[in-house]
């Protein structure tokens, strides 16, 4: 993926290669980030250098931000506000958290500062950790997922795996089972056959790739998992799996973009060309250029999205045409508050363009076009340059995508995934219809 750093405002075209680029900057934009204390340490960081860093945030968010309507001569006051821990924190992580609250003052997503180390697991696509997925129950952590080639998987821990303590006591947070690379980690894991193991590990880096996965839940009917849009996003996986639903005579698919973040808007045109025909519009881009000229040409609001995206001929998206023939059966999106940025587009789209039904929970409402700037130390800071508008006319942007069909955000492990019922049930109705509808005409 194209590198966006040091925007420069004539190269809007190619600002639109980056969309909400890490699981980080979504969630910790929908709400304040948290101060943090648990977990592995964080490097220490020095006056002079938070300054430098500070400085650097001015310049970008003074001269390069634009969300229409927004006023960014602000920041200087979001950061008075914030001045005391700013000043008071003593790692890198503190500093980030802090500055982060300063930022989300100003109401909108994809405007985080990021850590060097968060940046770098970005990039190299590996945590630190024991390498798995957990999710929390009234007895401690279930394991969801075990990452290959980790320390959880050479131990012989299962999805499904019951952690019951971790150091000594009952975890209450994935937080409380994090720590620094070199550092051991005591486990009481209860099994599913009822018997109780103790572990001793060693957290070391492992890969945190999750690939795309093709599941049926019936003959008729395939669920295409899709974790992320961003670096690891695996275009010739993704066109294997949905060739294959295709191959195996699949009528009905469901999207799966539960917990999906975004990534780049490469991406989500490469899988929007395997699910719609090419050049299937998508929303349009809503940039300062855009807005500015709209105002002097028409004397409109700057605030009118809904109207400058039916008057602009710029700044369209549309789905991309692939090698691949598109599926062209009936189609199904689950999404929940995790879903951000460029899987809500792919969602609004499939909803507008082919009648997708949306089943889950409501999703984040993160959409805003965004570059990450190199910022001294190894910091990044991920800032907002273009808004977005579906073909509709509707800002994504503090909206987000609702379903028609509601469904419990997180499925517990084992248990019957509630969403994926409800949205086979929508899929096989249309079925009914197109049968109906053959049937009508051939008569």
């Given at each position: 993926m194209l590198r966006l750093h040091n925007f420069k405002p004539w190269r809007l075209a190619h600002a639109f290669l980056a969309l909400a680029l890490t699981a980080v900057c979504v969630f910790a934009q929908t709400t304040p980030p948290p101060a943090a204390d648990k977990g592995p340490t964080s490097p220490a960081i020095a006056p002079a250098q938070k300054q430098e860093v500070l400085d650097k945030i001015n310049d970008v968010v003074e001269k390069s931000a634009f969300v229409p309507g927004v006023d960014f001569t602000k920041w200087p006051s979001f950061l008075a506000s914030e001045r005391s821990d700013i000043d008071k924190a003593a790692s890198q992580r503190e500093f980030a958290g802090a500055v982060n609250l300063a930022l989300h003052k100003f109401g909108f997503s994809h405007i985080v500062l990021i850590t060097p180390d968060a940046a770098q697991s970005r990039l190299s696509e590996r945590s630190v950790g024991i390498g798995i997925?957990?999710?929390?129950?009234?007895?401690?952590?279930?394991?969801?997922?075990?990452?290959?080639?980790?320390?959880?998987e050479e131990a012989g821990l299962v999805a499904g795996d019951l952690i019951v303590e971790g150091n000594g006591k009952k975890p209450e947070s994935p937080l409380d089972l994090q720590g620094d690379e070199g550092t051991d980690l005591t486990?009481?894991?209860?099994?599913?056959?009822?018997?109780t193991s103790e572990y001793t590990l060693t957290r070391r880096k492992y890969s945190n790739v999750r690939p795309e996965t093709l599941t049926w839940f019936n003959k008729d009917t395939a669920v295409?998992?899709?974790?992320?849009?961003?670096?690891?996003?695996?275009?010739?996986?993704?066109?294997?799996?949905?060739?294959?639903?295709?191959?195996?005579?699949?009528?009905?698919l469901i999207l799966d973009l539960r917990s999906n973040p975004g990534g780049s808007i490469l991406n989500l045109v490469h899988l929007m060309g395997l699910l719609l025909p090419p050049g299937t519009p998508l929303g349009t881009f809503i940039t300062r250029t855009t807005v500015d000229k709209y105002v002097k040409e028409e004397n409109g609001k700057p605030t009118d999205l809904a109207a400058i995206s039916r008057w602009t001929k710029t700044g369209k998206l549309l789905a991309q045409k692939d090698e691949v023939p598109y599926f062209k059966g009936h189609i199904a999106v689950l999404v929940n508050g995790g879903s951000g940025s460029a899987s809500e587009i792919a969602a609004a789209a499939?909803?507008?363009?082919?009648?997708?039904?949306?089943?889950?929970?409501?999703?984040?409402?993160?959409?805003?076009?965004?570059?990450?700037?190199?910022?001294?130390?190894?910091?990044?800071?991920?800032?907002?340059?273009?808004?977005?508008v579906t073909v509709n006319g509707i800002r994504l942007e503090g909206t987000g995508v609702t379903p028609i069909v509601d469904a419990p955000a997180i499925t517990k492990y084992n248990a019957p995934d509630e969403a994926v019922q409800k949205a086979t049930l929508l899929l096989e109705r249309a079925d009914l219809r197109d049968e109906r509808g053959a049937s009508a005409s051939i008569h």
């Open positions: 997925a957990l999710q929390l129950e009234a007895a401690g952590m279930r394991v969801v997922n075990v990452f290959p080639d980790s320390p959880a486990i009481k894991v209860l099994h599913a056959n009822g018997k295409l998992k899709v974790y992320t849009f961003d670096l690891s996003y695996n275009r010739e996986n993704v066109e294997d799996l949905v060739k294959k639903a295709e191959a195996q005579g699949a009528k009905n499939l909803r507008d363009d082919v009648d997708a039904p949306i089943v889950g929970s409501k999703s984040a409402g993160a959409v805003l076009v965004s570059i990450m700037n190199q910022m001294p130390d190894g910091f990044l800071l991920q800032f907002p340059i273009t808004d977005f």
